[in-house]
């Protein structure tokens, strides 16, 4: 799958959530998270109980969407923030 607009990262997520040609579980989300190993963590779709406004709400706490780094659906890249 290839993301052919530009779509923000909500849009995104709630496509892959809710749209039935698509799996959930196979969504891996990379964000900034200082103190990690570089700096980076990831979350999978089975952990996002929410895709709110302003953040994701998973079952470690939430993360902000302006964190969002790279998004992967059966891990291939189909979201990267342009730096």
């Known amino acids: ?4 607009l ?3 990262t909500v849009s995104l997520l709630n496509k892959l959530k809710w749209d039935s040609r698509y799996d959930f579980s196979k969504v ?10 570089d700096d980076m963590a990831f979350v ?7 895709i709110g406004r302003a953040f994701l ?3 470690r706490g939430y993360v902000p969407h302006h964190r969002i780094v ?8 189909i979201f990267k923030l342009s730096s």
């Open 6 to 8: 530009l779509m923000n």
């Open 70 to 77: 790279k998004i992967e659906y059966e891990g291939q890249e």
């Open 1 to 4: 799958m290839t993301v052919k």
């Open 28 to 37: 891996r989300v990379w964000y900034v998270s200082r103190g990690e190993p």
């Open 57 to 59: 709400e998973t079952a």
């Open 44 to 50: 999978d779709g089975d952990d996002i109980h929410v």
